[in-house]
């Protein structure tokens, strides 16, 4: 590869179906046959601690049509058959070939051209109907004893490899190679294996880059060249006090990816439209300026953002609308968020005195029970409030280095919201230094009866409940049993001593809150 820039996910996504879509065209009545590649070395212990290659693997088999083919062939010392050519088959057949992929045992070397020559090999027994596809995920270079001691063993064997790699190109199938590393600090032989295969190498340390990539492979049978922007949009709808208001965070996204306004897009409208209690229509413009008063994070990454204000008592209609263009075609879309609830300013020092002026008959003594019981009803309503807050601790340190670990102290903060991010983002509570990659969270405490979008967390266990919700982007994987689950997460209930693992740190919560405490029955959260 050597000083050449690994692509960009959008650039490679745009050059891959390019090159690829006609070849595919051609064969979109006999499917695929595809041979998935995975390193089971030990050094993918310490480069992909996520097991996002195993997620990957997994992730194709799912996409793949009944009647189309796989072989799947992992390796570290030596290079082994685990799924000879089949036909993928309906869901107990997938079932199996993921059983298979669990028991992987991440030990020893990588030999990486020995994994290639048996998948070229069961590739040959596919149909000449079929596209012929190789996908190799692994962390990096060999690293045979053998060969590391001698460095012209290892020039030789590096030749080879990369010659055993051009023997798809020649027999007409493709071969990509995903690169799971935590940084973007690849060796050169992952770019010279895809060039001499025919396809391109994609750097992807983290989930959302490798669903783009198989994403664009399950669709290249459709030659999707064009894909429609897509509007989303970030609104925590829940009832207000008049004067409040509450930050909206919407943009466009293309393959999963926000749509960053340039060359091929343009935004000229992004707005919010709020019907308010008296009928009047009042219009918020979004802005993508990384200003605090906006509620945008960060500037020019096309998420535009703004606070919604609810100035009176009553029932606000929300909409969200944008306009534009994307690679010569117009964009409208328009979505509506719902209504949102107000409630009127809460004073209870005027509602006694109304009380009381009211009570003319009633004399000294029984006017001074009532108020006291007014006061002490109000006295229970603030404690309600309090409770309502998040009580707990947040504990963490980075993956490598156990030795220093920070403890974040979540309840002094006395609020129901708690953002722990980054320093690359704003409207944070608690900053976090970044090892890998920019991150942020969310920790909440749900309470079925005060919060109007609780029913999307319906299953959670308990009247209140804690759930971590990740910002767009942030993927976490949760601790089950002491081992890491196999899919990230985006929001999940969690309870005191949880752990989860994002972006090189491992967080553990500590809450001596009754809503925190683990039942040994019902469900254990839900995620989104």
């Known amino acids: 590869m050597g000083s050449r820039k690994p692509l960009t996910l959008v650039a490679v996504l745009a050059v891959l179906l390019s090159l690829t879509a006609p070849v595919f065209a051609q064969q979109q009545s006999g499917g695929l046959a595809v041979a998935v590649i995975i390193d089971s070395s030990g050094s993918m212990l310490t480069n992909d601690r996520n097991q996002v290659g195993l997620w990957a693997a997994k992730r194709l088999v799912t996409m ?17 058959v685990m799924v000879p050519l089949r036909n993928v088959g309906a869901a107990a057949s997938k079932a199996e070939i993921f059983s298979g992929l669990d028991r992987l045992g991440y030990r020893g070397n990588s030999d990486i051209k020995g994994s290639l020559q048996l998948a070229l090999a069961e590739l040959a027994k596919a149909p000449p109907t079929k596209k012929r596809l190789a996908v190799l995920i692994s962390d990096g270079d060999p690293d045979l004893p053998q060969l590391v001691r001698d460095p012209a063993k290892m020039a030789a064997y590096l030749a080879d490899t990369v010659k055993v790699a051009g023997q798809y190109k020649t027999t ?3 071969l990509y190679c995903v690169a799971t590393r935590r940084t973007a600090k690849v060796g050169p032989l992952p770019g010279q294996i895809a060039d001499a295969g025919g396809g391109k190498l994609f750097i992807a340390s983290d989930i959302p880059g490798l669903m783009e990539f198989f994403q664009v492979v399950a669709s290249l049978q459709e030659v999707a060249l064009y894909t429609p922007p897509e509007l989303y949009f970030q609104f925590e709808k829940k009832p207000v006090t008049a004067g409040e208001n509450l930050p909206l965070r919407a943009g466009l996204k293309v393959w999963g990816e926000p749509l960053v306004p340039g060359k091929d897009a343009t935004i000229s409208r992004f707005t919010v439209t709020a019907v308010q209690p008296d009928g009047k229509t009042e219009t918020l413009d979004l802005k993508d300026s990384g200003l605090a008063d906006d509620a945008d994070e960060r500037g020019g990454d096309g998420v535009y953002s703004g606070k919604v204000k609810f100035p009176a008592e009553g029932t606000v209609k929300l909409s969200v609308e944008v306009q534009g263009s994307y690679r ?4 409208t879309e328009n979505a509506s968020l719902g209504e949102v609830t107000v409630r009127p300013v809460p004073s209870v020092r005027r509602d006694i005195l ?20 007014l006061l002490l009803v109000a006295i229970s309503a603030a404690n309600r409030r309090v409770s309502q807050n998040v009580r707990a601790s947040l504990k963490y340190w980075p993956e490598k280095d156990r030795s220093k670990p920070v403890t974040l102290d979540l309840s002094r903060l006395r609020k129901k919201n708690i953002v722990v991010s980054t320093d690359d983002h704003a409207g944070r509570d608690f900053t976090v230094p970044v090892i890998e990659r920019p991150f942020g969270f969310m920790i909440r405490k749900f309470n079925k009866f005060t919060d109007i979008d609780f029913g999307s967390d319906s299953d959670v266990l308990g009247k209140e409940a804690y759930v971590i919700i ?33 972006r090189g740190y491992v967080f553990e919560f500590l809450s001596p809150d009754e809503c925190a405490r683990r039942r040994s029955s019902g469900p254990k959260g839900r995620n989104s």
């Open 328 to 331: 010569g075609r117009r964009i």
């Open 470 to 502: 990740g910002i767009p982007g942030t993927f976490l994987l949760f601790e089950e049993e002491g081992r890491l689950e196999g899919m990230p997460r985006t929001r999940k209930q969690v309870f005191d001593g949880d752990r989860f693992t994002v």
């Open 354 to 373: 109304s009380f009381l002026q009211g009570q003319k008959n009633l004399g000294p003594i029984a006017a001074g029970i009532v108020g006291v019981l």
């Open 64 to 80: 793949l049509g009944e009647n189309e083919q796989v072989t799947v062939i992992s390796f570290s010392d030596q290079a082994s």
């Open 172 to 174: 007409g199938a493709v």
